[in-house]
T-cell receptor
C-alpha cells in the first residue's frame, strides 16, 4: 500500500535560516506528491505539488523536487520568516487508491525572530 | 468566491447526542472527503464520496455516518457510538479531472463532547 514518512519535529529555527523537511514515500503506482501547510486552528492549504519524476513544485519561496530514484520529496526554503511557523504535511495520491491522500504525520516548524 | 465552507467553527455537545457537521463546496468538484485530526497527529480518513448518492468508508468510519444527496454537500454525523468524538474535523474536495488530483480543504470544525 501507499505510505509517507516525514521528518519528525518539532523543528525550531531562527529567522532567515534554511529549512529542510525530509519526506519519503512508498507507492504501488505513479503518485502525485504534495506539501500542505496548516496554520494554528485552520484547515490545510496546498503549498506545492509535483505530478511526475523530476518535477519541481514551488510556491512562496518553498521548493520540492519529485525524486523517483530515491522516492523522496523534500521540502526546502532558503530563508524562513516568523510567518512560516506552521505544521507541514507531505502527502501522495494515486489512481490505484481512488486518489485518496496518504499523509505523513506532520512536522511542526517554529521560526523565532 | 469559490471554496469549501464548514460550519460551525466550534461545536459543543453532551455525550450521548448525535451531531451533524456541515460541509458545502461551490468548486463543482465531484469527490468529497471527511478527515479527523487529533492534537499533534496527522489526518485520518473517515468517509469519502466520489459521486452523488455513493460513498465509501475510510480508515476510521465506525461511529460516523454520511450522506451525499447533492454534489455540493457532504454532511457528517457523529453518532453516540463514536467513543472519542472530540477532535478537529476537516472536509475536503477534489476535482475528477485536471492532473494532480489534489484535495482542497475547508477551515475545519472543532467538536468538543463532554
Amino acid at each position: 500500500g501507499n505510505s509517507v514518512t516525514q521528518m519528525e519535529g518539532p523543528v525550531t529555527l531562527s529567522e532567515e535560516a534554511f529549512l529542510t523537511i525530509n519526506c519519503t514515500y512508498t507507492a504501488t503506482g505513479y503518485p502525485s506528491l504534495f506539501w500542505y501547510v496548516q496554520y494554528p486552528g485552520e484547515g490545510l492549504q496546498l503549498l506545492l505539488k509535483a505530478t511526475k519524476a523530476d518535477d519541481k513544485g514551488s510556491n512562496k519561496g518553498f521548493e520540492a523536487t519529485y525524486r523517483k530514484e530515491t522516492t523522496s520529496f523534500h521540502l526546502e526554503k532558503g530563508s524562513v520568516q516568523v510567518s512560516d511557523s506552521a505544521v507541514y504535511f507531505c502527502a501522495l495520491s494515486d489512481h490505484s487508491n481512488d486518489y485518496k491522500l496518504s499523509f505523513g504525520a506532520g512536522t511542526t516548524v517554529t521560526v523565532r525572530a | 468566491d469559490g471554496g469549501i465552507t464548514q460550519s460551525p467553527k466550534y461545536l459543543f455537545r453532551k455525550e450521548g447526542q448525535n451531531v451533524t457537521l456541515s460541509c458545502e463546496q461551490n468548486l463543482n468538484h465531484d469527490a468529497m472527503y471527511w478527515y479527523r485530526q487529533d492534537p499533534g497527529q496527522g489526518l485520518r480518513l473517515i468517509y469519502y464520496s466520489q459521486i452523488v448518492n455513493d460513498f465509501q468508508k475510510g480508515d476510521i468510519a465506525e461511529g460516523y455516518s454520511v450522506s451525499r444527496e447533492k454534489k455540493e454537500s457532504f454532511p457528517l454525523t457523529v453518532t453516540s457510538a463514536q467513543k472519542n468524538p472530540t477532535a478537529f474535523y476537516l472536509c475536503a474536495s477534489r476535482p475528477q479531472t485536471g492532473g494532480a488530483y489534489e484535495q482542497y480543504f475547508g477551515p475545519g470544525t472543532r467538536l468538543t463532547v463532554t
